[in-house]
């Protein structure tokens, strides 16, 4: 069944396309239509089961009413988690979300943002694998909106959301020397080139030194996302 136009409800309630196109955009107080005419657009609208057309609307306007979202790793119970509440915020403005998975993979990263650019999104969620700003200046240079999440570029100011790496790495390993441990071990999953490692790493040994516990480089284990099991097994024998 063909979907309900615009031109539809026109002309079911005898006006113009451009009347209807005014209320259903809500500009008709701009244009002086009643109350009662806005009203009936509605109900017809309604009673027809019109759909706006997005992708017009968004040729039109200029805006796509999508968000694209970019994590490492969709499967990983924290982005996933992540995900799912922007999904319903998202949804509550009634805008899409476009999820894309980089792989830690700095390539892959680069190509997804020129892929959302080209969709022209209005606005980007990001968990960077890179620690380089040239994607993030490209984002900045077409006007496109964005936020850094868990993951922040210390050369960048903006809008960023995450925790205190390094204070919870720091507590973290005091809780331990408290309970009597003095071989602490830290194993974190790479690429060493993003932000959360280094600032735990930084938490780990600064803690260590406060407590006068000598720093053994060989308890400071960094495994390859791509092959965990296996680095971890052959780091630990």
Known sequence: MKPTSIKDIADSLNVSKTLVSLVLNNKAANYGISKQTQELVFEKAKELNYKPNRIAQGLRLGKSRSIGLIVPDISNTFYSRISRHIGDLVDDKDYNLMIYNTDEDVEKEKKIIETLLERHVDGIILTSTSIQAKEIQLLEKNDVPYVLVDRKMEEIDTHYVGIDNYRNAYEAVESL?????????????????????????????????DNNIEANEDHNITVSYNNISEDLSEKLN
Not at 184 to 200: D, H, K, M
Request: hydrophobic content about 35%; aromatic content about 6%; overall charge positive.
């Open 177 to 209: 020397i408290k309970n009597g441990a003095k071989k602490i071990a830290s194993i974190s999953v790479g690429p060493l080139n993003i932000s959360t490692l280094e600032e735990r790493k930084n938490g780990y040994f600064a803690c260590l030194k």
